[in-house]
């Protein structure tokens, strides 16, 4: 089992930037893959960005590309999304989630974080 939480959201102006947080329980995260989604207002839920287990390999939607970069520190049991450059349409909640799986590019997770609200104001 792993258990996640994400920290880190906030109301920032655009342009401004923010580090999201998921601190994990469980030995086991250091060997999944992460990931982080979102959900903005009346929008389905939106698979971002992953991670594989050792950090070695990244993915991320052209949306975020060059403005958002996901990492972990497996020492620390925790991920990270680095968002820079933002947007009013990145105004959502966002959620890290972890999964066994090795393929970085399927959105199937099966351990979700409760979700943090990132505001973006214009």
């Known amino acids: 089992q792993v258990q996640l939480v994400e920290s880190g959201g906030g109301l920032v102006q655009a342009g401004d930037s923010l580090r999201l947080s998921c601190a994990a329980s469980?030995?086991?995260?250091?060997?999944?893959?992460m990931g982080w989604f979102r959900r903005a207002p009346g929008k389905e839920r939106e698979f971002i960005a992953a991670?594989?287990?050792?950090?070695?390999?990244?993915y991320y939607i052209d949306s975020v590309k060059g403005r958002f970069t996901i990492s972990r520190d497996n020492a620390k049991n925790t991920g990270y999304l680095q968002m820079n450059s933002l947007k009013p349409e990145d105004t959502a909640i966002y959620y890290c989630?972890?999964?066994?799986?090795?393929?970085?590019?399927?959105?199937?997770?099966?351990?979700w974080g409760q979700g943090t609200q990132v505001t973006v104001s214009s």
């Open positions: 989630a972890a999964d066994w799986r090795p393929v970085i590019t399927t959105p199937n997770y099966t351990y």
């Open positions: 469980g030995r086991a995260f250091s060997s999944y893959r």
């Open positions: 991670i594989s287990w050792n950090g070695g390999s990244t």
